[in-house]
């Protein structure tokens, strides 16, 4: 198909480090606006909630890669890792803003860490994450063969406990959190073995 | 009487205290008859139309009717009250309401001897109120008070702020304003005021029985099931806004914990 052609093209031209610049725009433009009334009358919340929602996206951007190729011949391969460690990153400065910013007492971060299940359920969506930014360089690939492709399924873990914690924030089922739970659903669902029909006898 | 030291002591402690800016007060709302976020109500209601505005009282009173608004503030007296105002998210303000006390309304309505509970309802007008589109609340929204409570001389109807009438993302043209309460029990906008022999049931405590009770009086040592109630963000901070402790009763301990002497208020949350 032409248009892949195209896309897959273009993709092998952007460099990696684009994406990065790219991606990373959001902080400084989101803390800009923090400051400058551009986040509403409370930032730190809002600060907290776009930090956790990009972060959000970006794992469903990481998501949607290996569907793309499989099932539409687009291959940003190369970019799995980035979006992967950018999600990370996110999810990392997510975590930060609502320990330095929102909570600031050691105590109460420990007790709502052990009480409140939604902080319980995102502390180890990230905890999930630790191990796969640590092992995202070529020296653990090569290393780890056959195993990195199991660990790294933890982040589909990662993905779910993620959309779950971000509904649970909510005080109402608001639809928002909803459609991004479904979406990771969906993709994961793309992910299960074709039936058994459908394989070569 | 009692009920006039108690108001002016509550007045007068209430002067320490900093009013948060009007900006903020007018611009961080929840009022979900305008959608969920905390900019919604700005931005969306301004289609609710409030003038004329008919409040219905009715129930157990000598004088059921409906009642203009614009004949209401001509029956009340509208004084200043400088109140802390703590939202069950664990934020808090301080605002320079101007209101009547509520059982001055309750009185020119004639209060019946066998009513215990007063049930108020907000405006129903998806029209106007768009977040009423999304049924995951059973509208109209619905609160209640005990009747000592919304007797008590802190109870107010406010409708102003800073002197200036309500503006409608903080309930005009009438709203509820309980002080020791967490703010969902402030209901907004209110076109029925109910007298009853029965406990109303309010629509958090309806939508969520486990999180939200028919109390709600603001307490640090009961927390909410998924966040912790033990300390406040106070709103107009900015980026560095440090928590403060929550006080019990909000402050207003003092002047209201009597009335629930002898209730355990981890059960009765």
């Known amino acids: ?201 | 009487g009692a009920g006039f030291a108690l108001s002016s002591q509550a007045v007068a402690a209430d002067e320490t205290l900093e009013p948060t800016s009007w900006e903020d007060i007018t611009q961080y709302n929840n009022f979900y008859e305008f959608g969920t976020g905390k900019d919604d109500p700005v931005r969306y209601a301004g289609a609710l139309t409030t003038s004329p505005w008919t409040v219905k009282i009715d129930g157990m009173v000598d004088r059921p009717a409906d009642y203009d608004f614009e004949d209401i503030m001509k029956a009340m007296t509208v004084e200043e009250r400088i109140y802390r105002f703590r939202c069950v998210e664990a934020w808090s303000m301080v605002i320079p309401w101007n209101g009547f006390e509520l059982a001055d309304l309750l009185e020119f309505a004639g209060v019946q001897a066998g009513a215990k509970y007063v049930r108020f309802e907000t405006l129903y007008r998806p029209s106007e109120m768009r977040g009423q589109s999304s049924n995951f609340i059973d509208w109209p929204y619905v609160e209640g008070l005990r009747l000592d409570e919304a007797m008590h001389p802190l109870t107010i109807m406010a409708t102003g702020i800073y002197g200036r009438d309500i503006p409608n993302q903080n309930g005009a043209p009438m709203r509820l304003v309980v002080p020791w309460k967490y703010g969902f029990k402030s209901i907004k906008s209110i076109v029925r005021i109910t007298l009853t022999d029965e406990e109303p049931v309010n629509t958090w405590q309806q939508l969520q029985p486990s999180e939200y009770g028919f109390y709600a009086n603001v307490n640090p040592e009961v927390d909410h099931p998924r966040w912790s109630q033990a300390t406040e963000r106070v709103i107009g901070g900015g980026l560095f806004s440090p928590r403060i402790p929550t006080l019990m009763f909000n402050g207003y301990e003092e002047e209201v914990a009597g009335l629930y002497a002898g209730m355990d208020l981890t059960k009765f949350y």
């Open chain 1, 1 to 201: 198909m032409p248009l892949t052609d195209r896309i897959n093209g273009f993709a092998r031209k952007v460099p990696v480090w684009a994406v990065y610049i790219l991606y990373l725009l959001p902080v400084p433009w989101l803390l800009y606006l923090a400051q400058t009334g551009g986040l509403g009358r409370e930032p730190i919340k809002a600060l907290e909630h776009e930090l956790g929602e990009i972060a959000l996206q970006l794992l469903i951007i990481g998501l949607c890669i290996s569907p793309l190729r499989r099932y539409l011949g687009v291959n940003l391969i190369r970019f799995r890792r980035t979006f992967g460690l950018l999600a990370f990153i996110y999810v990392a400065l997510h975590l930060l803003v609502w320990l330095v910013l929102d909570v600031g007492i050691i105590s109460q971060i420990w007790a709502d860490i052990l009480k409140r299940p939604y902080i319980t359920i995102g502390m180890i969506g990230f905890l999930l994450l630790v191990p796969l930014a640590i092992t995202s360089n070529n020296w653990f690939v090569r290393r780890l063969g056959a195993r990195w492709h199991k660990l790294h399924k933890l982040a589909y873990v990662a993905v779910v406990l993620g959309a779950v914690h971000f509904i649970m924030v909510k005080k109402v089922w608001e639809l928002e959190p909803l459609i991004y739970l479904a979406v990771i659903l969906g993709l994961l669902a793309l992910r299960l073995p074709k039936k058994r029909k459908n394989q070569p006898a």
